[in-house]
Protein backbone atom coordinates (compact mmCIF):
# COMPACT_ATOMS: atom_id res chain seq x y z
CA UNK A 1 0.00 0.00 0.00
CA UNK A 2 1.37 3.58 -0.64
CA UNK A 3 2.52 5.85 2.01
CA UNK A 4 0.26 9.38 2.27
CA UNK A 5 2.12 12.40 3.92
CA UNK A 6 1.88 16.22 4.13
CA UNK A 7 4.72 18.78 3.54
CA UNK A 8 5.77 21.16 5.75
CA UNK A 9 3.24 19.45 7.98
CA UNK A 10 -0.06 18.23 8.90
CA UNK A 11 -0.88 20.88 11.25
CA UNK A 12 -1.44 23.72 8.91
CA UNK A 13 -2.74 27.36 9.87
CA UNK A 14 -5.79 28.72 8.11
CA UNK A 15 -4.99 30.34 4.44
CA UNK A 16 -1.29 28.65 4.22
CA UNK A 17 -0.38 25.71 2.14
CA UNK A 18 0.33 22.01 2.54
CA UNK A 19 1.44 19.23 -0.37
CA UNK A 20 -0.26 15.78 0.23
CA UNK A 21 2.13 13.04 -1.06
CA UNK A 22 1.94 9.71 -1.87
CA UNK A 23 4.45 7.20 -2.16
CA UNK A 24 4.39 3.95 -3.50
CA UNK A 25 7.47 1.53 -3.23
CA UNK A 26 7.14 -0.40 -6.51
CA UNK A 27 7.35 3.59 -8.21
CA UNK A 28 3.62 4.28 -9.31
CA UNK A 29 3.43 8.10 -9.37
CA UNK A 30 0.01 7.94 -9.83
CA UNK A 31 -2.55 8.32 -7.22
CA UNK A 32 -5.75 9.28 -6.31
CA UNK A 33 -6.61 11.04 -3.50
CA UNK A 34 -10.24 10.57 -0.94
CA UNK A 35 -11.09 12.21 1.96
CA UNK A 36 -12.35 9.87 4.68
CA UNK A 37 -15.05 12.27 7.08
CA UNK A 38 -15.52 15.80 7.12
CA UNK A 39 -16.59 18.49 4.80
CA UNK A 40 -16.28 17.20 1.18
CA UNK A 41 -13.38 18.71 -1.20
CA UNK A 42 -14.91 18.89 -4.62
CA UNK A 43 -11.23 19.61 -5.81
CA UNK A 44 -10.53 15.82 -5.35
CA UNK A 45 -13.41 14.16 -6.92
CA UNK A 46 -12.77 12.62 -10.01
CA UNK A 47 -9.23 13.75 -10.52
CA UNK A 48 -5.66 11.74 -10.88
CA UNK A 49 -2.92 13.09 -9.41
CA UNK A 50 0.89 12.88 -9.98
CA UNK A 51 2.85 12.72 -7.07
CA UNK A 52 1.63 15.72 -5.04
CA UNK A 53 -1.65 17.58 -5.04
CA UNK A 54 -1.19 21.41 -3.70
CA UNK A 55 -3.81 22.64 -0.77
CA UNK A 56 -3.74 26.54 -1.14
CA UNK A 57 -5.03 28.49 0.36
CA UNK A 58 -6.39 26.12 3.21
CA UNK A 59 -10.07 26.51 4.48
CA UNK A 60 -11.61 24.61 7.55
CA UNK A 61 -13.15 22.72 5.05
CA UNK A 62 -9.81 20.75 4.40
CA UNK A 63 -9.51 19.61 8.08
CA UNK A 64 -10.08 15.79 7.95
CA UNK A 65 -8.36 12.40 6.87
CA UNK A 66 -6.83 11.70 3.57
CA UNK A 67 -5.91 8.59 1.94
CA UNK A 68 -4.36 7.83 -1.33
CA UNK A 69 -4.70 5.02 -3.84
CA UNK A 70 -1.81 4.02 -6.59
CA UNK A 71 -2.14 2.67 -9.83
CA UNK A 72 -0.66 1.75 -12.71
CA UNK A 73 -1.28 3.88 -15.91
CA UNK A 74 -1.32 0.65 -18.44
CA UNK A 75 -3.81 -1.30 -16.20
CA UNK A 76 -6.30 1.71 -14.61
CA UNK A 77 -8.47 -1.09 -12.99
CA UNK A 78 -5.79 -2.49 -10.88
CA UNK A 79 -5.21 -0.40 -7.86
CA UNK A 80 -3.12 -0.76 -4.81
CA UNK A 81 -4.55 -1.00 -1.07
CA UNK A 82 -5.90 2.00 0.40
CA UNK A 83 -2.93 4.30 1.74
CA UNK A 84 -1.96 5.13 5.73
CA UNK A 85 -4.28 7.73 7.13
CA UNK A 86 -3.10 11.21 6.51
CA UNK A 87 -5.00 13.60 9.25
CA UNK A 88 -5.04 17.20 8.53
CA UNK A 89 -5.55 19.89 11.09
CA UNK A 90 -6.65 23.49 10.47
CA UNK A 91 -5.17 25.73 12.98
CA UNK A 92 -5.59 29.68 13.43
CA UNK A 93 -9.62 29.50 14.16
CA UNK A 94 -9.91 30.04 17.70
CA UNK A 95 -7.64 31.69 20.06
CA UNK A 96 -4.31 30.79 20.67
CA UNK A 97 -3.81 28.73 23.59
CA UNK A 98 -0.45 29.86 25.99
CA UNK A 99 2.43 27.58 26.39
CA UNK A 100 4.39 27.20 29.73
CA UNK A 101 7.40 25.35 30.64
CA UNK A 102 7.79 24.11 34.57
CA UNK A 103 10.14 24.56 36.39
CA UNK A 104 10.98 26.97 33.26
CA UNK A 105 11.66 27.07 29.79
CA UNK A 106 15.61 26.80 30.18
CA UNK A 107 16.67 23.41 32.61
CA UNK A 108 19.80 21.54 32.84
CA UNK A 109 20.16 18.06 30.74
CA UNK A 110 18.37 15.91 33.24
CA UNK A 111 16.09 17.59 34.47
CA UNK A 112 12.01 17.04 34.55
CA UNK A 113 9.97 19.47 32.27
CA UNK A 114 6.27 19.51 31.83
CA UNK A 115 5.01 21.49 29.32
CA UNK A 116 1.61 23.04 30.34
CA UNK A 117 -0.83 24.14 27.56
CA UNK A 118 -4.32 26.43 29.01
CA UNK A 119 -6.95 28.08 27.17
CA UNK A 120 -10.19 30.54 28.15
CA UNK A 121 -11.33 28.35 25.50
CA UNK A 122 -13.35 25.54 26.39
CA UNK A 123 -11.42 23.38 24.05
CA UNK A 124 -11.89 19.42 24.71
CA UNK A 125 -8.34 18.57 23.71
CA UNK A 126 -4.98 19.92 23.86
CA UNK A 127 -2.15 18.49 20.84
CA UNK A 128 1.28 19.32 21.98
CA UNK A 129 4.25 18.69 18.51
CA UNK A 130 8.04 19.32 18.79
CA UNK A 131 9.27 20.94 15.52
CA UNK A 132 10.55 18.99 13.18
CA UNK A 133 8.59 15.90 14.66
CA UNK A 134 5.31 14.22 12.68
CA UNK A 135 4.47 12.34 16.15
CA UNK A 136 2.62 14.75 18.49
CA UNK A 137 1.31 13.80 22.25
CA UNK A 138 -2.79 14.37 22.63
CA UNK A 139 -4.59 14.88 26.29
CA UNK A 140 -7.92 15.81 27.27
CA UNK A 141 -8.63 19.53 28.80
CA UNK A 142 -9.35 20.10 32.20
CA UNK A 143 -10.78 23.03 34.14
CA UNK A 144 -8.52 24.58 36.20
CA UNK A 145 -9.06 26.81 39.06
CA UNK A 146 -8.82 30.10 37.55
CA UNK A 147 -11.07 28.89 35.15
CA UNK A 148 -9.09 28.30 32.10
CA UNK A 149 -8.67 24.79 30.67
CA UNK A 150 -5.68 23.29 30.91
CA UNK A 151 -3.67 20.08 29.92
CA UNK A 152 -0.35 19.13 31.49
CA UNK A 153 1.98 17.15 29.34
CA UNK A 154 5.37 15.75 31.87
CA UNK A 155 8.14 15.34 28.84
CA UNK A 156 10.20 13.76 31.81
CA UNK A 157 14.47 14.30 31.96
CA UNK A 158 15.32 16.73 29.21
CA UNK A 159 17.68 15.34 26.61
CA UNK A 160 16.62 17.22 23.70
CA UNK A 161 16.08 21.15 23.15
CA UNK A 162 13.23 21.82 20.80
CA UNK A 163 10.50 24.69 20.25
CA UNK A 164 7.00 22.71 21.27
CA UNK A 165 3.75 24.18 19.84
CA UNK A 166 0.19 23.22 21.62
CA UNK A 167 -3.04 23.42 19.56
CA UNK A 168 -7.27 23.42 21.35
CA UNK A 169 -9.23 20.90 19.65
CA UNK A 170 -13.25 20.53 20.24
CA UNK A 171 -15.12 17.25 20.20
CA UNK A 172 -16.84 17.60 17.21
CA UNK A 173 -14.23 19.08 15.05
CA UNK A 174 -10.89 17.43 16.10
Not at 152 to 166: E, K, M, S, V, W
Request: aromatic fraction near 12%; glycine fraction near 8%; charged fraction near 15%.
Amino acid sequence: KPFCSAWPSAVVPQGGHVTLRCHYRRGFNIFTLYKKDGVPVPELYNRIFWNSFLISPVTPAHAGTYRCRGFHPHSPTEWSAPSNPLVIMVTGLYEKPSLSAQPGPTVCAGENVTLSCSSWSSFDMYHLSREGEAHQLRLPAVPSINGTFQADFPLGPATHRGTYRCFGSFRGSP
